[in-house]
């Protein structure tokens, strides 16, 4: 039996969204709570929250930007994109794979979509 075993290939993925936040609610603390919570659904395994998203499908903008709305403090989601990019495992050097897109799927067959550690969050007044 020949058996070959290898890991996935990691896309990190950057959520680009812009809000408005309840004039009730802290803006840094929502937006605190977003980033959280879309690391959280870009990457269920971090903590044990059940899975927002399906290996080999789409992510896609309208998914987030309701899953976002339903987030204490948030008010209203504007705009929703999504870039990407790749992390050389021997370098440590970052590759810009993808921009602006309003659906993203990964890169290839044996990679994952996953969290960038931080989202670019900015809210509207």
Not at 23 to 51: D, E, F, G, H, R
Not at 81 to 90: E, M, V, W
Not at 102 to 122: C, D, E, F, R, W
């Amino acid at each position: 039996i020949n058996l070959n075993i290898s890991n996935f290939n990691l896309e990190y993925v950057c959520i680009n969204i812009s809000i408005i936040v309840d004039p009730n609610y802290q803006k840094t603390l929502v937006i605190k709570n977003v980033n959280l919570a879309l690391k959280k659904y870009l990457s269920p395994w971090i903590s044990n929250c059940p899975s927002e998203i399906e290996i080999d499908k789409p992510l896609v903008d309208a998914k987030v930007s309701t899953f976002v709305q339903n987030i204490q403090g948030v008010l209203s989601v504007e705009n929703v994109t999504f870039s990407s990019y790749y992390i050389n495992p021997i370098t440590g050097e970052q590759t810009a794979l993808k921009s602006e897109k309003k659906t993203l799927m990964p890169y290839g067959q044996a990679t994952l979509l996953v969290s960038a550690p931080n989202h670019n969050i900015s809210y509207l007044t």
